[in-house]
């Protein structure tokens, strides 16, 4: 009982001695790195206390030879101890992304306090300090804004992969895959987008726009990726809920919008050739029709069930293509071949990034186009056969 | 001391015994023949019924000799349905003081008692301290007798019984053991008579005497007894196989053994839908554990592990608590206490003032100390809650008892964060599962685990699925008649 006392407070710490840490954006500043922290919990200015909840929020900027030094020297600026524990996101800048996030995945793997489950995104043409500036209406403070983003773009964009730490941390210490991470960037001004204005008017002047992934080979990011690419890359990937097809139909178009998407991948090796079948399954509906279409035309259903696996092949081979290219696994077809192969990955294991060209690669895409549910025709159809009585 | 055998020398006695109280009447009825006296307190007997049955009767004594001594003459010829004998002091005293007269003839050592009682109460009404929605609103008195009229109404057994014992040198109180002979294992009741027996204390004055005294054996702040003033609860819990203690002048008598799970209940369950009642259950064993731990777990998230929070809670409570001076501990402490102070002041402030303090509390100390930046919102809130949740219990033992385990939780929680709080929790149940009474544990049905008894615990099931009462009460389980049975005739 005197040994439980005699602990007395150890790790005890209010919760109002903390300034906390939401978001994280690291930069480079010529030799230097500059890390940037978004603290969320600062009060409101005190003409308006009462409305709890809300806060305003506060960057501060240092630099330093290392990471930690850059960290801590915040810690100067700041009046309160930084709590890293619950910060949401991660922005890491181009420079640094390109030269390798092996320090920047080892400061966070080290640092006991912080969580491993912030997501993280690369700035593509801004300072990645800039992302976490923007103030925007509908959430409280722009790492929940990017973070939530994240989130909800997985689930409903086809391109969008958010990557968590644990995820990254797991396919950076795995042979035979290599990340592929969600660029984020700034549109419009970013210095419009800090101030008070950009939330008071119901036109932000600057926003931030989740964008296509930026694939990377080990830990260096090496190509950024086109939204087909981005597209290819998910669809292999499995990460796909939902996700839109336009296929050009005469002089108009058809949009379909896929659900009940799923793919997988199966390796096998044949004379010592390794040869990768993508299967991709789903059902489409038709969701927008332009032009001159007869829908009730079974063949032209058809037709447009072809479009559309056509085009999932082609997305898929434009990301294949861009890997090849780049020798970047970021489908993992390596690791698979470790899973299923290990004899045979044994021998290639040193030139993977080469052989990889020499996949022969097979998908089957078996998207089914259901028409039930829309209206059969499009309304410049009915309109046209109206005119006929 | 035994009685004289001379009227005016037993006067005497009575008079110098107590002091010639201003309440003491004395009256001697002198005729031709024989000479005849009585003497009652005018403070607790009722004057018609003697001058009407009593007086009368002494005055037209029958001349005529049926029997063979003058004092059995009188005896026999009072209109009067509840006649006694006693020949000491002591004994008349307890009969006066009890609202009996006492008639005394020459030449006798005895002296006859009949009963002239005035009825001190207020008479059967609603239960203030225990309301209900639906059942049977009416209460027990200060009247013993009307007592144990309310659980002989309700049931009409002859294996219902009644043992009587005096407790208390000066007060001498009739305390009665009620049980269902045929339910309750004998040992039980000797065990209960045999401790209050050995009760050595000059007055009783309420079963909070009896109880404190009966519960001594192991201290606890969690109630083992029952206290109540309604008559179906105790009817209840007697036909469930618990036992029933009513003492003289209070309407709050004393079931046991109680377990936990009593106290979760309330005596409307029996008159509800079992599924609704269920319900009502289990939102009370929640309330339970938000007023036991709520406080506890929020100074130790706060304070200590901070990572359990999710993000955006712990922005909105960090902004919150900017600028109040206190630690969270503190400040928690400083308004449980304050809750604490209100309760007090409330229960025993008359109600015309019960608006002023509604005002004082909701107002000034909710809203003005969360303005003047004292304490922080969410603090309230988390004191609100509780303090709400620890008042759906329908037994006041059971407040004071979490109550008090609360302030152990928010000490072991200050010191010592969530693993403070796990220690004092740990230490909470190997406190419970310690407790006994009368030979039931005191977390029965779930440890010892009970399947059968669970039927009517957490939740209750309907009561065609109700036939047996709880095994840790008794072993005679069945439940006599078959409710299925009953409606098919």
């Known amino acids: ?389 | 001391m035994k009685i004289d055998n001379n009227i005016d020398k037993i006067f005497e006695t009575i008079n110098t015994i107590n002091g010639k109280s201003s309440d003491i009447v004395t009256r001697l009825i002198e005729k031709k023949n024989y000479r005849v006296g009585y003497v009652f307190l005018e403070s607790v007997s009722s004057d018609d019924k003697i001058s009407d049955f009593l007086n009368k009767s002494l005055i037209n004594l029958d001349r005529k000799r049926l029997f063979d001594t003058f004092f059995e003459q009188v005896k026999n010829n009072i209109y009067n349905s509840n006649i006694k004998t006693c020949d000491t002091y002591e004994d008349m005293f307890y009969y006066l003081s009890s609202g009996f007269t006492i008639i005394v003839v020459d030449n006798s050592t005895k002296a006859i008692v009949i009963e002239t009682r005035e009825s001190l109460d207020r008479g059967v009404v609603e239960s203030t301290s225990e309301t209900i929605i639906r059942g049977p609103k009416d209460s027990f008195t200060e009247n013993h007798n009307k007592n144990l009229g309310l659980i002989r109404k309700r049931i009409k057994d002859p294996n219902l019984w009644f043992e009587d014992i005096k407790v208390g040198v000066r007060s001498k109180t009739k305390v009665t053991v009620s049980f269902i002979k045929d339910i309750v294992p004998r040992w039980k009741v000797d065990k209960i008579l045999d401790d209050l027996r050995k009760i050595n204390i000059d007055a009783i004055l309420d079963s909070g005497y009896i109880r404190e005294l009966i519960e001594k054996s192991q201290k606890s702040v969690f109630p083992k007894v029952i206290s109540t003033e309604r008559p179906d609860l105790a009817c209840t819990s007697l036909l469930n196989g618990k036992i029933v203690i009513l003492v003289e002048n209070t309407p709050f008598v004393l079931i046991l053994p109680a377990v936990l799970t009593d106290f979760i209940h309330s005596p409307e369950d029996n008159y509800q839908k079992s599924f609704n009642i269920s319900f009502s259950r289990i939102v009370r064993t929640i309330c339970f554990f938000i007023a036991l731990l709520t406080p506890a777990l929020y100074i130790a998230l706060m304070t200590y592990n901070h990572e359990i929070i999710p993000d955006q809670l712990l922005i909105s409570v960090a902004i919150q608590r900017d600028g109040v001076p206190f630690p969270t501990a503190i400040e928690v402490l400083l308004f449980v206490l304050t809750f604490e102070v209100l309760r007090e002041a409330d229960i025993h402030s008359p109600s015309f003032s019960g608006s002023a303090m509604n005002v004082v509390g909701a107002l000034i100390l909710g809203d003005a100390a969360v303005a003047a930046g004292i304490v922080s919102p969410i603090v309230i809130i988390v004191v609100a809650a509780t303090s709400i949740s620890e008042l759906v219990f329908y037994d006041v033992d059971i407040i004071d008892a979490v109550r008090e385990w609360r302030i152990l939780f928010i000490l072991g929680a200050t010191f010592m964060g969530i693993i403070g709080f796990m220690i004092i929790f740990i230490i909470f149940i190997a406190k419970l599962s310690s407790l006994e009474c009368l030979g039931t544990p005191y977390l029965t049905p779930f440890s010892p685990l009970s399947i059968r008894s669970l039927k009517d615990s957490l939740i209750r099931v309907s009561r065609k699925n109700l036939k047996n009462r709880p095994t840790y009460l008794t072993k005679n389980v069945k439940r006599m008649g078959d409710p299925i049975e009953e409606n098919n005739n």
């Open chain 1, 1 to 389: 009982m005197i040994l439980l006392t005699l602990s007395g407070c150890w790790n005890y710490k209010e919760l109002n001695d903390y300034s906390i840490v939401t978001g994280i954006a690291i930069d480079k500043k010529d030799d230097k790195y500059e890390v940037s922290v978004l603290i969320s919990n600062a009060p409101k200015s005190s003409d308006d206390n009462g409305d709890s909840g809300q806060s305003q929020i506060v960057v501060y900027t240092e630099d330093g030879d290392s990471l930690f030094e850059a960290l801590k020297n915040i810690g100067l600026i700041s009046p309160k101890e930084l709590y890293i524990g619950s910060f949401t996101v991660l922005v890491v800048s181009e420079d640094i992304a390109r030269e390798g996030l092996e320090n920047v995945v080892d400061l966070f793997l080290r640092y006991t306090s912080a969580r491993n489950n912030f997501y993280i995104a690369i700035a593509k043409d801004t300072k990645a300090v800039n992302t976490l500036k923007i103030v925007t209406p509908l959430t409280s403070f722009p790492s929940q804004n990017i973070s939530d983003n994240l989130k909800s773009t997985t689930d409903l964009q086809g391109t969008i992969a958010k990557t968590s730490f644990n995820e990254l941390l797991s396919i950076l210490l795995r042979d035979g895959i290599d990340p592929a991470i969600n660029s984020i960037s700034v549109v419009g001004d970013p210095e419009k987008g800090e101030s008070k204005e950009n939330i008071e008017s119901s036109e932000p002047k600057s926003y931030i726009k989740i964008g296509n992934l930026a694939i990377f080979k080990n830990d260096k990011l090496v190509d950024w990726t086109t939204h087909d690419e981005s597209l290819g890359i998910n669809i292999v990937n499995n990460m796909i809920n939902e996700m839109y097809l336009t296929l050009n139909y005469k002089n108009g178009y058809v949009v379909v919008d896929t659900t009940k998407f799923n793919s997988n991948v199966k390796t096998s090796v044949e004379n010592n050739k390794p040869k990768i079948e993508v299967n991709v399954e789903g059902e489409a509906r038709i969701i927008e029709v332009r032009g001159n279409i007869n829908l009730e035309d079974s063949k032209l259903i058809e037709e447009l069930q072809d479009k559309s696996n056509k085009k999932i092949k082609s997305h898929v081979e434009k990301a294949f293509n861009l890997a090849v290219k780049n020798k970047s696994d970021i489908f993992g077809f390596g690791l698979k071949f470790y899973q299923n192969h290990p004899k045979y990955f044994k021998t290639v294991k040193d030139n993977w990034e080469d052989v990889m060209g020499e996949i022969d690669l097979n998908i089957k895409s078996n998207l089914i186009l259901k028409t039930k549910v829309s209206s059969k025709n499009s309304l410049e159809e009915i309109h046209n056969e109206k005119k006929d009585y």
